[in-house]
């Protein structure tokens, strides 16, 4: 631990590979260095998930955006376009373009909202011994990933554009949900109805 | 001289004080590994300490006596490497016990990234060609494969936030100490090859990092607090509920796409 350890003459390469492989391992050690510091400072993780996640063990089959019937008739264009091609009825046109932005805003929201749902409910049954694989978890995060940034993209582009934009890419939002669905299926699956029952009623004990 | 000198007998007094603390409170029938490790610390270091007290390594003269601390310190050291595995291990082995569920899930998965990361350990120190005597050969030996378990650690500790799985004081003061150790250890010895005017503060940075790890063992086990049992449900009949949830997802998929 003293300057006698320095027995070698070290020559300060300035060989390429050498430096780009000791910056790496400089950055990525402070890196790491940080998220420890992170990680200690946030303190110990919750031992179960919040109350939202307690509320998806009962909504979990009555997804709120999932469920809703009028997808396609709320993103047509065609009453819109009837009233606009009457001047006097321009104004009513929109109103009606203005509820319209609304109620999707509204509903990409709850899909939202029913994807980290479904993905925490995942992750609790997953936590409960469930059994499951790594590629299916990874696999589970990418999906979730990408649907929460399509549909905030969605959600972009009625407040710039308006409800009738882009028709085709909101009403496939749904479609996002349905793999996620799919995933948490595939999990819960795995438990009897007995044990789901057994689940909640402890989760629900353990949130009290 | 007289500063590395403290450094080292502070290590060794706390490193003998940790292992009091494991034995006295009978922690140490909980945590077997690391009370392995903790034990392989005290006696290296306590040789270590030794051989600098009447055996110091002096640049100027070249007799076998001046070769023994260099030798000895670098030996341990990369026997050392290989052994902070065990603590991976045992951190690993606490948050998920190979009764649980998560582990049989997720075992596997972690095994092959285990084993690809071991790989890119060795890649990255046979990669690294400059070396020029044993001093840089086990610098290099010690930071890719301490990269590898700041990683592991991390990791691991990442995935039991992101299942929700409660760490106790115990393991979770073990682990965040250890992996901020490994990877402080990890930045300041790339840097000591890097940069020749670090050299001097590594030579101080590394071990007075070592015993603020080792004064956040001594805390993390001061009290027994061992990791909360993760709740398991019993996985039998799957056949109802599997039923209700196709039936549930079809007619989702029904008002979704008319």
């Known amino acids: 631990m003293d300057r006698g350890l320095e027995s070698d003459n070290l020559s300060y390469t300035d060989h390429h590979t050498a430096m780009i492989n000791l910056i790496f391992f400089t950055i990525l050690g402070l890196a790491l260095f940080g998220s420890f510091i992170f990680i200690a400072l946030q303190g110990s993780p919750k031992s179960l998930p919040d109350s939202s996640a307690v509320q998806a063990v009962t909504e979990i089959i009555a997804l709120e955006g999932s469920s809703f019937a009028n997808a396609r008739r709320l993103l047509d264009d065609t009453d819109y376009q009837a009233l606009c091609s009457n001047p006097d009825l321009r104004r009513l046109a929109q109103r009606l373009r203005n509820d319209r932005k609304q109620l999707a805003l509204t509903w990409?929201?709850?899909?939202?909202?029913?994807?980290?749902?479904?993905?925490?409910?995942?992750?609790?049954?997953?936590?409960?011994?469930?059994?499951?694989?790594?590629?299916?978890?990874?696999?589970?995060l990418q999906a979730l990933s990408l649907s929460l940034v399509l549909l905030s993209f969605i959600r972009l582009?009625?407040?710039?554009?308006?409800?009738?934009?882009?028709?085709?890419?909101?009403?496939?939002?749904?479609?996002?949900?349905?793999?996620?669905?799919?995933g948490a299926a595939l999990v819960l699956g795995r438990i009897p109805a007995a044990g789901w029952a057994e689940i909640e009623r402890s989760w629900v004990k353990s949130a009290a | 001289m007289f500063l590395s000198g403290a450094i080292?007998?502070?290590?060794?007094?706390?490193?003998?004080?940790?292992l009091l603390l494991l034995?006295?409170?009978?922690?140490?029938?909980?945590?077997?590994?690391?009370?392995?490790?903790?034990t392989w610390l005290f006696l290296a270091n306590s040789a270590i300490l030794v051989t600098f007290l009447y055996l110091p390594a002096d640049s100027h003269t070249v007799n076998w006596a001046s070769r023994v601390y260099p030798?000895?310190?670098?030996n341990i050291d990369s026997i050392d490497v290989v052994l902070r595995f065990v603590v991976v291990w045992e951190v690993f082995h606490q948050i998920?016990?190979?009764?649980?569920?998560?582990?049989?899930?997720?075992?596997?998965?972690?095994?092959?990234?285990?084993?690809?990361?071991?790989?890119?350990?060795?890649?990255?120190?046979?990669?690294y060609q400059n070396y020029t005597g044993p001093r840089s050969i086990h610098l290099a030996l010690d930071r890719s494969f301490g990269l590898v378990q700041a990683l592991m650690i991390l990791g691991t500790m990442l995935m039991a936030r992101y299942y929700g799985v409660r760490c106790g004081r115990n393991v979770r003061g073990i682990a965040l100490a250890f992996g901020g150790w490994v990877s402080?250890?990890?930045?300041?010895?790339?840097?000591?090859?890097?940069?020749?005017?670090?050299?001097?503060?590594?030579?101080?940075?590394?071990?007075?990092?070592?015993?603020?790890?080792?004064?956040?063992?001594?805390?993390?086990?001061?009290?027994?607090?061992?990791?909360?049992?993760?709740?398991?449900s019993e996985p039998v009949e799957l056949g109802q509920w599997t039923e209700d949830w196709n039936r549930t997802i079809s007619a989702t998929r029904t008002i979704i796409r008319p």
């Open chain 1, 108 to 140: 990409i929201s709850s899909l939202q909202n029913d994807l980290i749902r479904l993905w925490r409910f995942r992750r609790f049954l997953i936590q409960r011994g469930v059994p499951s694989s790594m590629s299916e978890e990874l696999r589970t």
């Open chain 1, 157 to 182: 582009s009625i407040r710039a554009a308006g409800p009738f934009a882009l028709p085709r890419a909101t009403r496939q939002a749904g479609q996002l949900v349905d793999s996620m669905s799919t």
């Open chain 2, 8 to 18: 080292c007998v502070a290590a060794v007094s706390l490193e003998l004080a940790t």
């Open chain 2, 23 to 38: 034995v006295s409170k009978g922690v140490w029938r909980s945590y077997r590994l690391f009370f392995v490790y903790a």
């Open chain 2, 71 to 74: 030798a000895l310190y670098w």
């Open chain 2, 96 to 127: 998920f016990p190979k009764s649980s569920g998560l582990n049989k899930s997720l075992s596997k998965g972690l095994a092959i990234v285990a084993f690809a990361l071991l790989v890119v350990a060795c890649g990255t120190f046979l990669i």
């Open chain 2, 184 to 232: 402080i250890s990890t930045a300041t010895n790339a840097m000591a090859d890097l940069a020749g005017p670090f050299l001097p503060y590594w030579y101080y940075l590394r071990p007075l990092s070592f015993v603020v790890m080792i004064a956040v063992w001594i805390w993390a086990l001061w009290v027994y607090e061992p990791n909360p049992p993760i709740m398991e």
